[in-house]
């Protein structure tokens, strides 16, 4: 059973201390991926989930985030979160990478078991990464984690 406690991150999930969940984390833009990494990871522990149950994977872009969260399919976890940052270019580069990152996860979800949350950020500039990883909107990590909690439990019932 889960219930959001007024405004905060905090959640109400029987046995939190059993869940095993893994971050995979982009190292491109990595001053806003450990942001958003610490958000989520913050998060899922004062929820209840234990340190050592949150594994950490790095891959080197946005990209491998669909194969990195692949290779983390297994049957003793619970969630997957991908942590990227993509930031937009004077090229096609960003329409062709989101694209394929945000397809890439959206087919994870359909062909495993275990869900993948979306924790991408899809930005026009670096300003608005750095307002979405702990600035004035806030930290998606922090919304990944009550986003994978929350499927967590909707899966238990």
């Known amino acids: 059973m889960l219930s959001r406690d007024s405004n905060k991150k905090n959640l109400k999930i029987n046995n939190p201390e059993k869940l095993k969940i893994t971050l995979v984390v982009s190292e491109w833009h990595s001053e806003i991926t ?28 946005s990209f491998e985030l669909i194969y990195g969260c692949r290779i983390a399919q297994n049957d003793d976890q619970h969630a997957i979160i991908a942590i990227g ?11 062709f ?30 300003e608005q990464s750095h307002e979405r990883s702990g600035g004035k909107h806030g930290n ?18």
């Open 34 to 61: 450990n942001k958003l990494f610490t958000g989520a990871k913050d998060t899922l522990i004062k929820n209840g989930v234990l340190d050592g149950n949150i594994k950490r994977v790095n891959v080197p872009g």
């Open 85 to 95: 940052c993509i930031v937009k270019g004077e090229t096609p580069h960003f329409d």
């Open 97 to 126: 990478i989101c694209n394929a990152v945000s397809t890439g996860i959206k087919d994870l979800n359909i062909l495993y078991k275990t869900p993948v949350i979306f924790c991408v950020l899809t930005d026009n500039n670096i």
């Open 140 to 157: 998606k990590g922090e919304d990944s984690a009550v986003a994978a909690l929350k499927i967590i439990s909707t899966l238990d019932k």
